[in-house]
């Protein structure tokens, strides 16, 4: 009696903590290769805020940023696995394992971000979200990443023969193997984590990237020549575990699906601004940016788009893509 009096009490004087204790928090674990503060571990955090308020405190999100819980690679797996429950990769890394991912990945499907986020917005990022529930995980949503472009530690790099013989590092991934390999450069796949020092030791020429993570990444302080060739859009993806997924009830799902969705408003924000300070501060530190002539590149990919549109249903997605205003 005394007790329920107690909990009664303490339901009038700490009614939200008594909530919290009632439904006991389930904190959903997220990785993101990323530091703390770069767009794509920010807007995970605000996806969280969101599923915390909505869900009245019964789920939260703790972001493991900066790789803390390995590279891309690993924590595919480890989610896939329903060790860890949410992940924010680069689509890259997923083109072995989900090949409608292969597709948005190809160099220079997409004309522009702005065509990129209008096909990923659309019913062609729907499919290709479904496409990961075959593989144990649930697509949740789609964040930008600018455009790719290759930087060295050699020289400026004006047209396509200027790549040739040269060492590039990659995303873990075959179409941006073959990429690198149909310029006549050579590609070397590795992690992340693993470039500042290839750079620094000349293990590799170069690498490619957007402006954010090549200046979050540092790589910049190596590698002083990048050139706007522009060669690749390809979207960030965050994944929930199918494991962690179905201990949600409906209702909870839904909630997380649309947290999901709100936060992608809020990614492009912050992107779009992100963009604009990366290239300022490595411009500020000496980075010398090449235009390029992008056709014969462009020429170039016929290859790697016949191997990769290997099915009926994978070229009429890339169709669809393109044929999307
Ligand atoms: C970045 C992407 C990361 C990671 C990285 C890489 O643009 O945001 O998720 O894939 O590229 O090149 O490994």
Redesign the pocket.
Known sequence: MLHFLKLTAATFTFGSLLIGIANAETVLRSA???PDGYP?VDAVKYMGELIKERTKGAYSVEVYHSAQLGE?KDTIEQTQAGVLDLN???M??FNGIVPETAVPSLPYIFRSVEHMRHVMDGPIGEQILKAFEAHNLVGLAFYD?GA?SFYNTKKDIASIADLKGMKFR??QSDVFVDMVNALGANATPM??GE?YSALETGVIDG????W??FESAKHFEVAKHYTLDQHQI?P?VLVMSKASWDKLSPGDQAIVRQAAKDSVVKMRELWDAQEKKSRDIVEQAGVKVSEIDKQPLIDAMKPVYEKYLSTPELKDLAARIQATK
């Open positions: 993101d290769t990323h794509t891309e924010r990769v680069s890259g890394p990443s790719r990659v995303i992690a992340y470039v690498a490619e990237n957007n954010p993570s390809v960030e």
